[in-house]
């Protein structure tokens, strides 16, 4: 199984920008069945959890992003999405996907994601 990443880049504040992750490789039942994540890690700082997808169908966001970003899931590509509007500086980092399922935990490659004022 691999997650290839997709969607980073450099914006403007208050830019948008949509991640992609697809799980290449995975059976599409284990995906149906994942918890879904999306995390970030700015320069110097720890790695955190941005917005979830949880095996129960809730979503969860931390407070930073909520409002202004969606995560969603398209499970015929087997793809988890993160739109992510009005950004600002402070949502600069390398943004990772996440999915826990099958037993097991796979991450993927990261994008960069630059916001400037």
């Known amino acids: 199984v691999q997650l290839q990443a997709s969607g980073g880049g450099s914006v403007q504040a208050g830019g948008s920008l949509k991640l992609s992750c697809k799980a290449s490789?995975?059976?599409?039942?284990?995906?149906?069945?994942?918890?879904l994540g999306w995390y970030r890690q700015a320069p110097g700082k720890e790695r955190e959890l941005v917005a979830e997808?949880?095996?129960?169908?809730?979503?969860n966001y931390q407070n930073p992003v909520k409002g202004r970003f969606i995560i969603s899931k398209d499970n015929s590509r087997k793809t988890v999405y993160l739109q992510m509007n009005s950004l600002e500086p402070e949502d600069t980092a390398v943004y990772y996907c996440?999915?826990?399922?099958?037993?097991?935990?796979?991450w993927g490659q990261g994008t960069l994601v630059t916001v400037s004022s």
């Open positions: 490789g995975m059976i599409w039942s284990v995906f149906t069945a994942s918890r």
């Open positions: 996440n999915i826990e399922g099958g037993y097991r935990d796979y």
């Open positions: 997808l949880t095996t129960s169908g809730s979503i």
